[in-house]
């Protein structure tokens, strides 16, 4: 059974960094692609970075961009996203979710097949 599991949001200020955490089981991190994605209050969802099944390369939505850093350690089955200079616009549940194949654009969430259940994050001013 897929199940991916979000950790590490929480209340930060703003400039402040949190790192979430993705865990995930029933499937093998080296032939799926792993995105994050945020939604904030009565917006729409929104692509946030996503890492390549078998190289592990890395996509950045615009508004992360030197900011978030995406990993993985395969070996513990975990999907890492380090988010600094958080600003208040950053605020949002953020989910994580798993796509068959290699890379799946951020662009295209309906590639996305499984999806955690978020965590939020909280940036305050």
């Known amino acids: 059974q897929v199940q991916l599991v979000e950790s590490g949001g929480g209340l930060v200020q703003y400039g402040g960094s949190l790192r979430l955490s993705c865990a995930t089981s029933?499937?093998?991190?080296?032939?799926?692609?792993i995105g994050w994605f945020r939604q904030a209050p009565g917006k729409g969802r929104e692509g946030v970075s996503c890492?390549?099944?078998?190289?592990?390369?890395?996509y950045y939505g615009d508004s992360v961009k030197g900011r978030f850093t995406i990993s993985r350690d395969t070996a513990k089955n975990t999907v890492y996203l380090q988010m600094n200079g958080l600003k208040p616009e950053d605020t949002g549940v953020y989910y994580c979710?798993?796509?068959?194949?290699?890379?799946?654009?951020?662009?295209?969430?309906?590639?996305?097949?499984?999806w955690g259940q978020g965590t939020q994050v909280t940036v305050s001013s």
């Open positions: 029933g499937f093998n991190l080296n032939y799926y692609a």
């Open positions: 979710a798993a796509a068959i194949g290699d890379y799946a654009p951020i662009e295209e969430p309906d590639r996305y097949k499984y």
């Open positions: 890492i390549s099944a078998s190289e592990g390369r890395t």
